[in-house]
């Protein structure tokens, strides 16, 4: 299995980039989905999740600025990101868990990253 971002730019403050990801491989289901992100110096952090029923969690620093969506029938999701702040420079990472069959638990699969980098 494996996870593939895009969308990652340079952009100025208050600018808004879409980041995208797809899933590829030996899925059977996936269960939940998301973004974390580390910029420098900092440790991953948890931006958004998305489960399989459509639930979603945002951390409270993007909360209203952020939105995440998935397409099932494509294994992807999605981070809308508007009104980008300086501090929301990282590498964005894609997270999931994919079922491989159906009596396998989910297992926990990372893309490498998409770099978002917010200066004027």
């Known amino acids: 299995v494996q996870l593939a971002e895009s969308g990652g730019d340079l952009v100025q403050p208050g600018g808004s980039l879409r980041l995208s990801c797809a899933a590829s491989?030996?899925?059977?289901?996936?269960?939940?989905m998301g973004w974390y992100r580390q910029a420098p110096g900092s440790q991953r952090e948890l931006v958004a999740w998305?489960?399989?029923?459509?639930?979603?969690y945002y951390a409270p620093s993007v909360t209203g600025r952020f939105a995440i969506s998935r397409d099932n029938a494509n294994n992807a999701v999605y981070l809308q990101m508007n009104r980008l702040k300086p501090e929301d420079t990282a590498i964005y990472y894609c997270?999931?868990?994919?079922?491989?069959?159906?009596?396998?638990?989910?297992?926990?699969?990372w893309g490498k990253g998409t770099l978002v980098n917010v200066s004027s």
């Open positions: 491989g030996n899925i059977f289901s996936i269960n939940g």
């Open positions: 998305i489960t399989d029923e459509s639930n979603m």
């Open positions: 997270n999931a868990g994919v079922r491989l069959n159906s009596e396998s638990p989910a297992l926990d699969f």
